[in-house]
């Protein structure tokens, strides 16, 4: 009787075991796989799994506030490109200099001095124009400027005196001047509106002659005239000038810039330009960044001088070393 019991306690036994075997090795149902939790939580996934990166060859998403590298660039560029000259200055020797601004159309203002001590002082006259396209001292008493007494108009006045009184005005008739009122034109003494620089600024404007004078355009080219302005050609390339002047050297036609950030040069370069080969290093002036149009070169005969805002700077005729007036 108890062998009879054991083995139906044993088959009992093996039929439980049998079934717990079967539940165990069951594959989970779709509901229970669904509402299983996961091992890792969520914020640790978010932690820990890396950032998609995209294929090769396809391009990244750009977040809509990123400024794209275009903007930027034309932005900094604007900042920084070269404006026409604001300060006029011409030289007649080591001694003797006119320095002009050149005032507003719309507001007037231009200023003239005169300087007789090699720049250590500046006399302040009056001028007869609200604004100055042109100054050209004749010699220690005489001299002119093309301004307009109202407006940008270009007229000449002249003086006997210093700069104490002036005659005038009168028409402009075979002179040289830059427009105000229009950068890319310039006023020669065979063309009311030469444009020597096409459709870019002309940034400063320097003559030798009747017939014969050099534009600094604001993509850093020069370009030069021997007919008075009615055709223009190539003199020559200067990336970063910004005030350009001429003086005849052994009857040559000599051109140099001052140019802002020249390699090998933090200050202001003092270059030669001839055409075909790169500006060549005359000297460099350790000076801090001028704003734009502020800068402003006048060689004569036997000297240089530079004027970068109320600065001046004076050198022999070799233009080599420069000394601060």
């Known amino acids: 009787m108890k062998r009879g019991i054991s083995t139906a306690g044993l088959v009992v036994f093996l039929l439980v075991d049998v079934v717990l075997v079967y539940l165990a090795l069951r594959p989970p149902s779709a509901e229970s796989a669904s509402t299983t939790p996961s091992v890792v939580t969520s914020a640790s996934a978010d932690a820990t799994e890396p950032t998609e990166t995209p294929a090769q060859g396809a391009e990244a998403p750009t977040s809509p506030t990123a400024t794209p590298r275009d903007a930027a660039t034309s932005s900094t560029e604007g900042q920084s490109s070269p404006r026409p000259v604001r300060i006029l200055l011409a030289a007649l020797d080591l001694e003797v200099a006119w320095r002009a601004t050149v005032g507003t159309c719309a ?101 030798t002659s009747s017939q014969q004078a050099e534009a600094l355009c604001s993509d850093g080219s020069v370009r030069v005239t021997e007919d008075g302005g009615v055709g223009w050609s190539d003199s020559g390339e200067a990336s970063g000038a910004v005030a350009l002047a001429n003086r005849l050297e052994g009857g040559v036609l000599t051109t140099y810039v001052v140019r802002l950030r020249a390699e090998g040069c933090d200050g202001l370069q003092v270059a030669k330009v001839v055409q075909g080969i790169e500006p060549g290093e005359v000297a460099c002036i350790e000076a801090d960044a001028p704003t734009g149009g502020n800068v402003a070169l006048s060689v004569a005969e036997g000297a240089g001088w530079l004027v970068v805002d109320d600065r001046t700077w004076v050198s022999g005729p070799d233009l080599t070393v420069w000394e601060e007036a």
């Open 107 to 207: 507001a007037g203002g231009a200023t003239l001095s005169i300087t007789v001590d090699g720049g250590t002082t500046w006399d302040e006259v009056e001028p007869p124009a609200g604004t100055i396209s042109r100054i050209q001292p004749l010699d220690l008493d005489r001299g002119f400027i093309v301004g307009g007494a109202e407006g940008c108009a270009q007229d000449q006045f002249t003086t006997e005196d210093g700069g104490q009184a002036w005659a005038g005005p009168v028409a402009l008739v075979g002179g040289w001047a830059r427009k105000l009122d229009v950068p890319t034109e310039v006023t020669t003494p065979q063309s009311p509106a030469a444009r020597p620089c096409g459709d870019d600024t002309v940034l400063d404007l320097s003559r």
